[in-house]
């Protein structure tokens, strides 16, 4: 299956952006990347994704490598709500009707400070 | 409008015991699928159903099943709990539709405890 590389932690100061960058070297021409965040004792919340293009939302933006192996999450203005888990995840796809299922690593703590 | 919802939020069993979790997935959305979340790790795929059936299966035992009903309502049974079944068991809907770029919403998670 494929993988993604993310950093263990990161810090970021209030109202600065924030670059989350994820490593999927193995990616298939088909995996869509997503990026999803977890607040302590919440399930996960869908953030953003995307297959090639750089992809935009009220939430972030991804940034998506020309060869795909490598992408990247900016937050444009960091604030304390933000201080969560950020997982990169490759949507791996089943053969027909689009089945699909989200392969989690251990994700980026991201840390906020006021 | 509704997000997911799963029931019960915290449950305590022992070991041996069955355990069955429920899930009510977003109005609209046709495809349910389940993933255990142990301490500090991120969620592992378990099921996903589509429409009654089942469309994808992770690397569990076969003390884990489940099923969908009409409504797409989804309930995760587990049999002969073990105390690493100690978990969140977090439930995710979506629409599921062939040829659209998908994406996944999920619920608050059942916390299971196994002693």
């Known amino acids: ?114 | 409008d509704a997000g997911v919802t799963q029931s019960p939020t915290h449950l305590i069993k022992t070991r041996g015991q069955h355990v069955t979790l429920r899930c009510s997935p977003i109005s609209g959305h046709k495809s349910v699928s389940w993933y255990q979340q142990v301490l500090g790790q991120g969620p592992q795929f378990i099921f996903q159903y589509y429409e009654k059936e089942e469309r994808g299966r992770g690397n569990f035992p076969d003390r884990f099943s489940a099923r969908q009903f009409p409504n797409y309502s989804s309930e995760l049974n587990v049999n002969a709990l073990l105390l690493g079944d100690s978990a969140l068991y977090l439930c995710a809907s979506s629409l599921l539709l062939a040829g659209i770029s998908d994406t996944q919403y999920f619920g608050p998670g059942t916390r299971l405890t196994v002693l």
């Open chain 1, 1 to 114: 299956d494929a993988k993604t590389t993310q950093p263990n932690s990161m810090e970021s100061n209030e109202e600065e952006p924030v670059h989350l960058p994820c490593n999927h070297s193995t990616i298939s021409g088909t995996d869509y990347i997503h990026w999803y965040r977890q607040l302590p004792s919440q399930g996960p919340e869908y953030v953003i994704h995307g297959l090639t293009s750089n992809v935009n939302n009220r939430m972030a933006s991804l940034a998506i490598a020309e060869d795909r192996k490598s992408s990247t999450l900016i937050l444009h203005r960091a604030t304390l709500r933000d201080a969560a888990v950020y997982y990169c995840i490759l949507r791996l796809e089943y053969s027909g009707a689009g089945s699909y299922q989200l392969t989690f690593g251990k994700g980026t703590k991201l840390s906020v400070i006021p």
